[in-house]
């Protein structure tokens, strides 16, 4: 019975002690609803005082987000749990933060829980992860290039902020979830943003892990395993990191220090777990650091000196003998470009340290495209052609696409990290982005069977 795996999950990792005010996220569907119930067959037995918590993050039409919270109120009145609820724009967050809608949806979930937390004097926030959603986890970080930390996908049980955030569903599938709930003749409400393609993680769950079964009908308990499995060998690399740091590194005042001369000197697991452990300590976590900020850590490290700005307002210092990570003074934005490019001709972009080049060729002429050239439809460009910079609301429709699209979507949809899209060199023409350097050209000036005219454009590090 899901109660008894419940009971059993929560023994094993230590989430709920006697006595525990505890917080359930509750947003109606199946998993939050089979939570609370679980957790309420429990009370007696652990002496809980639950509390709920419903947040509407807007995204969906006030009628629907409605029914939603009378579904949980009626829910908590019958089981006689407190119910807390609040509304939160996070689209107009997102809009704001430059976030994407799950990351902004995230960060307001999470500052809501913790506030309801710390008003009802909780210090566990249950949350209804299952093992479908361990499963998409590590799917979706290893599409984008997680290291081992991100591939144990999500814990049972992590500290936040003077809480704990418990997963007493982790151990038990989405089906079983199901069955608990058709047993006990409950209809939970199914809430449409989860099958909303806009979200990685739903495409993931409807698309890419059903292409997948058809290799591995067993696809989820692998990667669930996979995960458990990553959890162990993290596990010793973060012992022999931990270690290695009393060596190298040193915390004062706000910032890190790693001496380079004994980083040097290890194992390239070793160095970069160091290097993610500075980053953790002076930002406070590592969300949004990936392969490449670590990548360009080590460039910095090689180039003997310089500066470079990592996600959350964090700055990375080269000095002689130390890499110091500290607080940026105003997340040290990177500068606006806008310069004209010669056609035909070389133009340097001093601010970029990159030089275009742009020349005619004859059509049917082999086209020896690559990252770092394109060709395109003269005829199709509209008046002088320049280098610039991300600006807020640019939009583009990508090679191959019938629609346009928002640069800042099309951005996460590559997984280019934040820091460094303020940095992608735009090809444009009068208001149209004419190519993205580096990731995709436009459709709006494609070659085509009727093309009298192809203009090459490429660019080099000056």
Known sequence: MLTDTINRTINKFGLIEKGDSVIVAVSGGPDSTALLLALNNLKREYGLRLHVAHLDHMFRAASETKKDREYVSSLCKRLGIPLIFKRIDVPAYAEESGLSLEEAARDKRYEF????????????IALGHTLDDQAETVLMRLIRGSGLGGLRGIPPKRPLDGAFIVRPLIEVWRKEVEEYLNGMGVKPRLDATNLMRKFLRNRI????????????????????????????????LSDAVNKSCKGCLRSKDGSVAVGLRKLKGKKTGIRRGILRKAIEISKGDLRCIDYSHIEDIEDLIKAGKGAMDLPGKTRVVRTKDALIFGKS?????????????????????????LT???????????????????YVDFSKIKGPVYVRTWEKGDRFRPLGMAKEKKLQDFFMDLKVPRVKRER??????GNGIIWVCGLRLSDAVKIGGGTKRVLKISYRTA
């Open 424 to 429: 992608v060199p735009l090809l444009v023409s």
């Open 356 to 374: 275009f080049d742009a020349s005619f060729s004859r059509p049917g002429m082999k086209l020896g495209r690559s990252k770092t050239a394109e």
């Open 205 to 236: 769950r409807h698309e890419l892990m059903a292409y997948l079964k058809k290799y591995n009908p067993n696809i989820k308990e692998v990667l669930a395993r996979s995960a458990q499995n990553f959890s162990y060998d993290y596990e010793v």
């Open 329 to 353: 003074k105003a997340g040290a934005a990177f500068p606006k470009v806008r310069r004209q490019i010669s056609v035909p001709g070389s133009t340097f972009i001093p601010e970029l340290k």
């Open 113 to 124: 829980l913790l506030k309801t937390a710390k008003d009802a004097g909780a210090k566990k």
